[in-house]
């Protein structure tokens, strides 16, 4: 069982909500989620939509096809309707007026009603999230509204739901940080909102500076202090941030820098998604240091992999990337927990307050005093880079690739991060097996050997250019030639990507 349930309406009128009340219910009632957001660089009007993908089975992706609209003006309606499935219904707001700020809720009942979920369920979620009387009265007179059109029983599974930003959040968390520093910058700002909430109670400061060079900068100085500090931005902020990344390498200063992407050039589009930025991920800053680049393609791994970020910036003084984009960052991913105890953040270097104590920009001498001997040049320089290889030795301790479909297969899909999702969808019945690459920087030795097993190899990836594939035949020394690239601003939809990968195997 499979549905996707397209809500729309401008900004501003509370969409978001009803896709947050419905997703609750669901997720109670067993049934996995997936939410995808697509809204414009406005605060007010436009046309903003979500796609609320439910399924019995685990979905990480939506479709191109919906079965369902729940409209908050008469625009949605008519701008959508060319994409229901033939059995479909439509939640009109045209009844529903009168009740102003709370039509959001109505709809959201009126969708509870259409699935077959029982009218206590919703009076349940509408009192843990908004519990006042009009917000009441509008969720029953919704649900009392329409007709019920399918029955969804409930289910066994045990599902938690979270984003890619609350899973960097979290990760952060787990890392037991102490300074988040960030400019707002969609789709970055997420995680700085999740972790400027309760900073006491998580005992961790969060702070706005006022621009990305004060971020990048004043995260140094904290973590020359001993901080465990991560900085969070997107592409036109991470640009101005690589003069300080480059003092990072010179420095060797722990340092965790989300960056979460949206399409360039410039000001792009601020509010879509692209995986454009593995490039400068892996190379912005001017010389020659060591970094680790890691790209999550769901909440958990986002979770775990911002904890590895953090362990390795701090066990070898260097700059982890966690790499992210819009569609990762914002769409909302339900899954079953699996407990894991997260690895210990510890900060054993000495730090001001136990000594002396110098970090310096300028080449220097092991005491910290800057340099222009070229003997010393030479051995500073061998020695930033021999620290790769212990950096490449340790990350073989974590999951640095994904196998997922017929582990047998000889057709071989490659992808990484935010593609995952519609990946694996995509394949579920086809003659295939799916990489992810997780680490970007070390690279795994087990990608070569993967593919030197398939026949047919096929990249998959949104950006124009294929820049994992150049990346892999940089390493490998094998050219992708079979490539599905996508680069319109928005996320594949894993119906249309399936069409596209059967024209290859």
Known sequence: MRLNILIGGAAGQGINKISEIVSEVLIDQGYYVFNYRDYPSLIRGGHNFNVLSISDK???????????????????????????????????PTKFLDFGMNLNVVLAGALIKILGIEKNLLIKEIKKQLNNKKSLKAAEK?????????????????????????????????????????????????????????????????????????????????????????????????DLMTEALSMQGMAELPLVVYLSSRPGPGTGIPTYTTQADLDIALRGGHGEFPRVVVAPGTPEQAQQKTNEAFYLSQKFNTLSI?????????????????????????????????????????????????????QIAKDKAEKRILKYQAIKKEVKNFEMIKIYGKKDSKNLIIGWGSTTGAIIDSIQDLD??????????????????????????????????????????????????????????????????????????
Not at 60 to 76: C, P, R, W, Y
Not at 471 to 476: A, D, H, M
Not at 498 to 503: F, L, P, Q
């Open 58 to 92: 685990e979905i990480q992706s939506h479709e191109s096809k919906i079965d369902g609209l729940v409209a908050m003006n008469n625009f949605t309606v008519n701008k959508h309707k060319k994409d229901l499935k033939k059995d479909n219904f439509i939640i009109k």
């Open 142 to 238: 919704g649900f009392e509204s329409t007709l019920k059109k399918y029955s969804l029983k409930k289910l066994k599974n045990k599902l938690l739901m979270m984003s890619g930003g609350q899973g960097v959040a979290v990760g952060a968390l787990d890392s037991k940080i102490d300074l988040y520093f960030a400019y707002p910058m969609t789709p970055a700002t997420s995680v700085l909102h999740i972790l400027a909430n309760n900073q006491e109670k998580n005992k961790l400061l969060v702070f706005q500076p006022e621009n990305e060079l004060a971020v990048a900068n004043a995260a140094l100085g904290a973590s020359f202090s001993g901080a465990r500090v991560m900085v969070g931005t997107s592409g036109g902020g991470y």
């Open 322 to 374: 966690i790499l992210s984009d819009k569609h990762l960052s914002e769409s909302e991913f339900s899954f079953k927990e699996e407990k894991r105890k997260p690895l210990k953040v510890e900060v054993k270097r000495k730090v001001p307050g136990e000594g002396i104590v110098k970090a310096n920009s300028y080449e220097h001498d092991n005491f910290g005093n800057t340099t222009e001997s070229s």
């Open 432 to 505: 295939a097996k799916f990489l992810q690459v997780i680490y970007m920087k070390p690279m795994s030795n087990n990608i070569k050997k993967e593919m030197e097993k398939a026949k047919k190899i096929i990249l998959v990836e949104n950006n124009v250019t294929g820049q994992l594939g150049r990346l892999i035949r940089e390493k490998t020394g094998i050219k992708i030639e079979k490539r599905i690239l996508k680069y319109d601003g928005r996320p594949f939809k894993s119906d249309e990507l399936k069409t596209e990968i059967k024209k290859y195997i």
